[in-house]
Structure formats: C-alpha cells, structure tokens
C-alpha cells in the first residue's frame, strides 16, 4: 500500500529523488526510492530502526554513492556536486562527531574553519551565535569529552547551523535530548522554516515530526512506503465521519437503507464509521431516523496512528 | 568527470613510486656492456705492468667478501659481507683512506711525512713517520699489487680477454686468469677489470673452485681523476684524542723469515714467527687466530688449520704459518719439506 | 534569519574554505592533541637521557665504543645520534600515530564525516592531512636536534663550539649546525615516506590501531628482511635499509651516496603511499 502524492510539477524541489537504490553485500539498505523535497518543506523522515532512513540521507548528502539510481541536492547531482551544493547544507548525521580533547567552542572553530561560505574574520561570531542558539553558551569551553549526551546532540546542532543555509538535515536531532531539549529543537526547525530553509528531519519519535513538519516520507525496509505533505496525507488516510452512539444498530440499518456504507465500531466508545458522507447529510439522517447522536466529528488520526498501520501493512 | 581525473592521475604518481624504486634499487648494477676496441691478452696484461702513474683519483672501493671466514673483532671486513672504503690519493705520497662501520670510522692520512692513524672507537690516534719505509714488501698501492699478481701467475695461467665491463662508470676490459691444469689450487679463476683508457685494474674477482659465485670481489664502486683539495692530506688529532706514537718496530718482526715453495697458484709462502711472540704480545692489529680453525697434525708437527674458499692456512704449534690458495695436503707437504 | 541566497547564486558562492585556514585549523588540531604532545615530550627526553648517560659513563670510563660513545665530550654530535638512534623506533612511531588519527582517527570520531560535508574536497582533505602528517614530523625531529644541542652543549660540551667527526676532524660551529640542518632535513624527508605509507593503511581502515600496528610491523619485517643475508638483493628496495646514512653527516669529508639513496627511495615510497591514499580517499564512505 502506497500512498504517493505526488508534488506539483514545476514546483521548486530542494532534493530529488530517482530510482535510488543501495546495496551493502548481500544488504539491500535503500531499495528504488523515489522522492521530491519541495523547496522550503519541512520533511520528515520516519521510519523504524534498519528502515533506511540514515542510508537515505548519507546517500542524499553523497557521503556514500548509491547502487543504482539518482540523487539531486538543490538541482545539482550527488556526489559530483557536492563542492557546490554542501556549503548551502547544514547537516548532523549519525549523531554528532567532535574531539574529546577539544572543548565545545574548539571544536566548534575547526568546523567553522572548514566552511567555505564563513569568511575568516567572522568565525568567531558565528561560533559563538551557534552555541547561543542551542543553550551550550556556558558550557562552551568545557571539554566534549565532559558533555553529557544532550549536549553533545547540542553541539552536533550547533555545528550545522554556523551560517544561514537553504537546507539543513538533522538525523535523529533530538536522540538523547531532554524534553526542554526536544523542544528547542522544534523551536530551530520552526525558526529554520520561517528563514525559508528547507529541513530534513528523521525521527522514530512521531509527535515531533507531527508537530513540526509540513511534509513526511514513511521508510520501511529500504523501502518509501508513503510520502507527501503531511496534512494530505492525514486526509487521504481519513477513516470518514465517526459518529459516537448507543444505537449502533438502528443507526448502521438506518445508513445504509439510505445508500450510505456504513460500519460498527465500538473500539473507543460505541458508535458508527462513515467512510464517505456529508456530516450535516449524515447527522440528519440519524436524528430524523431517532438515533440519539452524541457527537460527530471526521476521523482523522494521529499520524503515530498512521505510521503504525502503514508499517504493519507492509510487513 | 573530476573524481575519474583525479583518480587516474593518483594512479599514475603511484605507478611512477613503483618504477623509481626498482630504478633505485637497480641503479648502479647492470650496465651494458661497453664498446671498446679490441685487444690482446697479451697486450692488455703489457699495458697493465707497464701502465702510467694515474695521478690523483678520489674513489670508493667496496669489497665483497665470501670466503667464509669468521668475524673477528680487529678484522670486521674479514667477515663474510660487504665494506666499503674511501680513498684519496693526491701522489707524492699522499694519501687518505677511510674504512667506515655503521658507528664509526677508521681513518688513514699519509701527509708525506708522517701516517696517522685515527680510529674514532677509542679517538686513538697513532702516528708514525713516513719514508724509510719497513713495509715496503706489501705494496700500499693496490693497482700495484694486483699488476704484480698477474705477473707473477702469467707463466702458470691461461690469459683471456672476456669482452667489457663498466666498473665505477669506466669501460673496462675483462682480463680473466685461469690456472693451467696442472696447478693444485682452490682457485677457478681469476678475474681483473682493467681501465680502458688508464689500464689500471678496476676491479679483480676471484673465483674458487665449486662454487658459481664469487669468493672475493674488491673494486671501485665510484672513482673519479683529477686534483684533490691539499686539505685532505693533512690530519690535525681533534681535541680529547689520545696520540700515541706506534711502537718502532722489532726488526724480527718486520722481516719475519718467510720461505715460498712452489711457484704460481700453487705457491705457498711459510713464515716463521719470532720465538716468545704469542697472540697476546702480537700487538692489536694481528688477528688472534688461535681461536677458529681445526686442529691438524702430522709428520710436519701439529697445528690449526684455517680453510677458506680460496685458500688455506695452518698455523702450526712452533710457530710457523703456512699458507695459499691451495688445499690442505699441498700445505703440508709443504711443511714437510 | 538572514536572506538566503537563491539557487542561481550557488554556483558563484565559495565552494571551499581558504587552504591556509584549512592548514591552520589542521596543524591546530594536531599539536593540541594530548598524545602529540606526549610523544614530543618523550622524543625530547631522548637527547637528555643520551648525555645524561654519556657523562656519567664518561667519568668512570674513557670514551665508549659506538655511535653514543662519539658523544663524550663533543655535543654537537648529540643532535644528529639522536636523531639516528630514534628513526630506528620512535619517530615512526610518532609519525604513524599522527597518520592513524588523521582518517582512521577521525572516521572513528566520526569527525571526517564533517570534513566531507562542510565540504572539504576529498583531495584537499588528503594534501591537509598529509601536512598535519608532515608537521608530526618536523616537530618531533626538530625536538630532538634542539634538545640534543642544548643538552650537547650543557652536559658533554667538552670541545664546545666544535664538533669532532667520526672521521677525526674538527668542524667550527657554522659547518656543524649546517651539518645538523641537513640531517633533520633529511630525516623529515625519510618520515614523510612513512608517514605517506602510514596515511595509505590510515586511510584504508576504519581502526587507528591498525595503522599503528601495521607500520611498526612493517619496521619490523623490513629490519628482519635486511638482516637475511639471501635476501639482500632486496634491500635497495626496504626504506630502512638506508637509515644510517644519517651517521655520514658525522663523516668528513661527507659521503652523500647513502643520503641521496635514502631520499630517493623514500621519495618512491611518499608516491606511492599518497597515491593510494588519494585512490581510497576519493571512493571512501564516510
């Protein structure tokens, strides 16, 4: 089961995707992924442990080259681009990589030193800025040796935001975090989108990704098993009207003499599902017929929900 | 594409790694064989005895020794292997030679007037005078030496030329000695590179008997004509050196009663060692022989008999020493005499 | 958050950081590195210990034999059999470890990941790591002949200002320092051979330990292989067979032979280890 929406043709895309496919000996760690991140999206990469998603972004930042297929960054082709395009792309992948020895600030210059688009004289500003945003302004020429695992998450963050960028992916950004901590990181997703960045975020935790991203893309096994924006996505999979009552029976007869599918489900409270029907149509309907309503309202559920039977369903 | 480029490119610095160092490692070893206008033995072995002094030369000798003998502690380059000399010749007597170890250095001056010698172990340094002479006997010019071996084994030898060589960068001609059938030696042949254009010997081979290698080669590895900075040929002690003034020497020990029986390869020279010498008292740079070789005895006495690829030795327990590049039984047939 | 620059200007914006910044931020690294400076510190050590040693055997004794008995009394010597004595061992050893924490260290830190993404292109990244390599090197050699000297001169100045060779000259200060310049020259040369081999293994394995390990057991094998006297067609091939040449700068007049073999064979070597350095660094996941 696939749910594919696909983006609007000409829509600007900050990463496209063809085809892609990557093979680790007898492995198949991305098999034919097809994926367009429109430009200033805030994606979601979700997917259980092994689905792919970290091979995914490697692939996509051209850290590894791919078996077979295509990755574009910002129009340009991975890896072979990646002079051009990598200055305009934060990143934190597989989780934050610093030196023990060198304190936060220390490792934060060496990076800084290496970004192309940071002019010397302003590194040091920059530095401190990043260590500002992320909360590690005082524990910023502690050792990293010393760094507790948030702060080291806080760290790797600060290190893909020294300068403004138009694409920033954060793999797992909020593993080992807080929940102060996790809500920081919405807070810089959602400062990073309003900037017009597009973000890339993969996460196992699925509220923050509904609560942060406008678009997502499901991985299971190597395998993109749905993708698109999210609030699309959410009403392709809406289960219909629910309507909560104890005359369950005379209200599914009472549908269905009326043309309308209709079905049981006592799951939460005892009521009927209407998988296509107007609510004002149905409610009528119901109360002219003498069903006592108690309440009715579209079935939209949690994207936890979502993820949970897409994943099933593939397996 | 860059990366493809790039790659090649790499590929090729690291080809280019691998060639130089097998150049390196072969540099130096085979030449051709040089163009040279033919020659007679007997012209060649002529020109040798008769050849013109070269004038100063600087070189590098380097003597490859497997004659099998064990190390001794005074005699490093007696030990199979390879040691290397710097010499410096400026005429007139004068002269620098520099034998090398990996941790030091002996050096030899001749300033015309006074030898030193300066070894840089103990910073020792022994200084006699020059002229008069007592060993005269044994030629300090090796070019010398080796044009009066081949005088002396010319009578008892088939000589050939074997085409050329390059020796220390020179064309040579390959002068190649062997013994006539009837000569009881140890020796199979004799090679001697000699200069094309100086007709000195550049290098000389020796080859024993069953074995395919040679048993002893000393030649230049680097040689080079023409005048030497005067500085060479002088030698101030440094300072913390020890100069001591070498013992002169007991006339009986310079002139040591030394009988030659036989002629040409066979030849076997027998000296007698002076009455109470013994190893102890024979000074630093004799060898201490009493300890290598197999005892031996017979009709002649008892000894030790020291063997070698290319000739034998017995010290005998009267002290005499009878040695040559022959087998066991010719030297103590010798003895017996 | 500032304005963004737009896709077309991509092209034109920087795609790499200054080389001199890139060299700065990586020399940086490496000397602020604990264990650099523990291998200096112990490289530093080896002059005093060596004179140290000479003085108090030299009170009892007359000169020893050998190579550290040409120190008695002569401390311009020091410098130069220091050297020597610690290219058998040591300075590999310190080079081999800068070379195994310049890719296999950082993969493990994960840090060479964030090198490839600032990004830092793949050659660049090898002619940086090379340089840190490099500067290991000339560091630790330069510790040992600016140790050896002051040692030299303090604790066995007996011939002060001077320096007696091996082969019974005297050479004023000028000639030995010159003397002493060619030998670290040199050994830096030799270094950089092992260390370019070192960046090759360095660069092909994921653990620093494997580096280290297959440096000083190529040492090892190299030192057994040249002691084989069958095998001694192949020593114009071993890289250590010409390390003593540095004892020549001792000789007067001084042969050049040993040190211009030595240097071109380890020039082969450099070539060949960065080429394949730079063949894996170009293929290499991060």
């Known amino acids: 089961m696939t749910f594919a929406v696909a983006a609007d043709p000409g829509t600007a895309v900050a990463a496209r995707v063809r085809g892609l496919c990557k093979v680790f000996g007898a492995t198949v760690a991305v098999e034919d992924v097809d994926l367009d991140i429109p430009d200033g999206a805030v994606l979601g990469m979700l997917g259980p442990n092994g689905s792919g998603k970290t091979t995914l972004i490697r692939l996509l930042l051209g850290l590894t080259r791919p078996s077979a297929g295509t990755a574009e960054l910002l129009n340009h082709p991975m890896p072979t681009g990646a002079a051009v395009v990598l200055p305009h792309v934060g990143a934190l992948v597989e989780g934050p990589g610093f030196h023990p020895f060198l304190s936060g600030r220390e490792n934060l210059r060496r990076v800084a030193a290496t970004e192309p688009l940071l002019p010397t004289r302003a590194i040091p500003a920059a530095v401190d800025a990043a260590l500002e945003r992320v909360g590690l302004g005082n524990a910023a020429d502690r050792r990293f040796r010393g760094y507790s695992l948030g702060m080291k998450q806080r760290l790797g963050l600060a290190g893909a935001l020294l300068l403004p960028r138009r694409l920033v992916i954060l793999d ?11 809500r920081d990181v919405r807070r810089i997703i959602a400062e990073l989108h309003a900037g017009g960045a597009t973000v890339v975020v993969s996460s196992h935790l699925l509220t923050e990704v509904e609560a942060t991203c406008t678009h997502v893309a499901v991985l299971q096994s190597g395998s993109l098993i749905a993708e698109g924006e999210l609030r699309r996505l959410l009403d392709a999979d809406a289960t219909g009207l629910v309507v909560t009552t104890p005359d369950t029976d005379l209200a599914v007869a009472t549908l269905r003499a009326a043309g ?41 559920p949690r994207l936890e929900e979502l993820f949970a039977r897409l994943t099933e369903t593939a397996t | 594409m860059a990366v493809r480029r790039t790659a090649r490119i790499a590929a090729t610095i690291g080809i280019v790694g691998a060639v130089g160092l097998g150049l390196v490692a072969v540099a130096g070893g085979a030449y051709a064989q040089p163009q040279l206008p033919p020659v ?18 600087n070189g590098t000798v380097e003597l490859d020794n497997d004659l099998g003998l064990p190390a001794l502690p005074q005699m490093p380059q007696a030990a199979n292997g390879t040691s290397t000399a710097r010499v410096w010749s400026g005429g007139n007597h004068l002269g620098r030679v520099a034998l090398p170890t990996d941790t030091g250095e002996r050096t030899l001056v001749s300033d015309g007037t006074t030898r030193w010698a300066w070894n840089s172990d103990d910073r020792t340094v022994v200084k006699r005078p020059a002229g008069a002479q007592a060993d005269r006997a044994a030629p300090t010019d090796p070019a010398a030496a080796v044009a009066q071996a081949i005088a002396e084994l010319r009578a008892t030898s088939t000589v050939a030329v074997d085409g050329t060589a390059t020796v220390a960068g020179r064309g040579a001609y390959e002068l190649v000695l062997t013994p006539a059938p ?19 010997p550049l290098r000389l081979t020796v080859l024993a008997t069953g074995s395919s290698g040679p048993a002893v080669q000393v030649g230049f590895t680097a040689l080079t004509f023409g005048p030497q900075d005067p500085a060479l040929f002088t030698f101030t002690p440094p300072p913390g050196a020890t100069v001591t003034d070498a013992p002169a020497k007991d006339p009986t020990t310079q002139h040591q009663d030394t009988t030659t029986v036989g002629d040409g390869w066979d030849t076997v020279k027998i000296m007698r060692r002076p009455a109470g010498t013994t190893t102890a008292t024979a000074g630093p740079n004799t060898p201490d022989l009493s300890a290598i070789g197999t005892p031996v005895s017979g009709t002649w006495g008892s000894g030790r008999l020291i063997t070698t690829a290319v000739g034998s030795a017995i010290v005998t327990d009267d002290g005499r020493i009878a040695a040559g590049a022959v087998p066991a039984p010719v030297l103590t047939d010798a003895l017996s005499r | 958050m500032s304005a963004l620059p737009d896709t077309g200007s991509l092209r034109d914006a920087p795609r790499t950081a200054p080389l001199r910044r890139l060299l700065g931020a990586e020399v940086r690294w490496v000397l602020r590195r604990p264990r650099t400076l523990v291998i200096l510190g112990l490289l530093a050590l080896i002059p005093v210990l060596i004179a140290v040693g000479v003085t108090v055997a030299g009170r009892r004794a007359g000169p020893g034999r050998g190579l550290i008995g040409a120190v008695a009394g002569n401390g311009l010597v020091l410098p130069i059999v220091a050297v020597t004595v ?5 300075l590999p050893l310190a080079v081999a470890m800068a070379a195994a924490d310049a890719i296999a260290g950082e993969t493990a830190c994960g840090t060479l990941r964030g090198l490839l993404l600032a990004p830092v292109s793949r050659l660049r990244l090898v002619g940086m790591k090379a340089f840190g390599v490099l500067v290991v090197a000339a560091a630790a050699v330069l510790v040992l002949a600016v140790v050896g000297m002051l040692a030299g001169l303090l604790v066995v100045g007996e011939t002060g200002w001077q320096l007696v060779t091996l082969s019974g000259t005297t050479l004023g200060i000028g000639q030995a320092l010159a003397r002493i310049a060619l030998v670290v020259v040199w050994a830096v040369g030799q270094l950089a051979a092992v260390g370019a081999v070192a960046l090759a ?14 440096v000083l057991g190529g040492l090892i094998v190299f030192g057994v292989l040249g002691a084989i006297p069958t095998l ?32 071109w064979r380890a020039l082969c070597y450099l070539a060949v280890g960065l080429s394949a350095t730079i063949a894996r660094m170009l293929r290499r996941d991060a």
Do not use: C
Request: charged share 25%.
């Open chain 1, 172 to 182: 797992e950004p909020t593993n080992g975090l807080d929940p102060a901590g996790t």
């Open chain 2, 40 to 57: 007679t033995p007997e012209d060649l072995v002529n020109s040798v005895l008769t050849h013109a002094d070269p004038g100063p030369f």
């Open chain 3, 201 to 214: 293994v360095s660069a092909w394995t994921e653990h620093p330990l494997v580096v280290l390990a297959a």
């Open chain 2, 182 to 200: 009837t000569e009881r030696t140890l020796l199979r042949e004799v090679r001697v590179a000699v200069d094309a254009e100086k007709r000195i």
């Open chain 3, 232 to 263: 001694e067609w192949l020593q114009p091939y071993l890289l250590t067979s010409g390390w003593s040449a540095a004892v020549d700068a001792l000789r007067d007049p001084m042969p050049l032979t040993g040190m211009w073999d030595a240097t």
């Open chain 3, 86 to 90: 610690s290219l058998a061992l040591l």
């Open chain 1, 260 to 300: 309308l599918d209709a079905y049981r489900d006592d799951a939460d409270e005892p009521g009927v599902v209407v998988p296509a029907g107007d609510a004002p149509g149905v409610i009528a309907l119901l109360v002219r017929a003498g069903v006592a309503v108690h309440e009715a309202r579209r079935g939209r």
